[in-house]
């Protein structure tokens, strides 16, 4: 492990945050009342500067952009971003794998069209996900409508509480990502299984 100094104690005094770079990365320390701790340099939404957001309640970090607030010991979301302003509900519809990746990490309300396959494999694989999302009945009929499985008649767009069902269903379904080990652990995981 790479050691690096930043700056005296006595420079950043408690409720205090200021950025500094550590070898190539930027990153913000903190100084709460329990001790120092240290984040990523920009917001995760659309990566503001933290280093220009406040700390609040003693122990988070509020974005200066759109108000999202962190966790600074643990990293944890406390509150998404409030953007655009007023609009509680976004719907993000998005194609292809890459896109649903990007779309599940922004915790927002989703459709998801998949890449058809000849052999209707594609329909299993919508509901294999469907289900790893936990999602309520509207949802998963809106996505077999969308994605062309299930008769369009009847179609229609979602109620207020339905997409208030499915932000919930997004939120919980980025909290589950965040507990997830990264790709590197996982794998080491699998191959120690294999041995
Ligand atoms: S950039 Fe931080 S909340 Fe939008």
């Known amino acids: 492990m790479t050691t690096h100094t930043v700056c005296r104690v006595e420079e950043l005094p408690v409720g205090q945050h200021r950025p500094f770079t550590a070898g190539d990365t930027k990153l913000i320390v903190y100084h709460l009342e329990d001790g120092f701790y240290a984040t990523q340099a920009s917001c995760t939404h659309i990566f503001a500067p933290l280093a220009k957001g406040k700390i ?33 509900n976004v719907l993000n519809a998005v194609r292809g794998e890459d896109s649903l990746v990007r779309a599940l990490w922004a915790g927002r309300p989703l459709i998801w069209q998949i890449y058809p396959q000849d052999d209707g494999a594609h329909h299993a694989k919508l509901e294999a996900f469907l289900d790893w999302l936990d999602a309520p009945a509207s949802l998963r009929q809106f996505h077999r409508t969308w994605n062309g499985i299930a008769d369009t008649a009847g179609a229609r767009s979602p109620s207020t509480p339905e997409l208030n069902a499915w932000d919930a269903c997004a939120r919980a379904a980025r909290e589950r990502l965040f507990t997830q080990d990264d790709l590197a652990t996982q794998l080491l995981g699998f191959v120690g299984k294999k041995r």
């Open 56 to 88: 609040v309640a003693n122990c988070q970090i509020q974005c200066p952009f759109h108000r999202a607030r962190f966790d600074i010991r643990t990293g944890k979301v406390i509150e998404w971003a409030n953007w655009p302003p007023g609009l509680v």
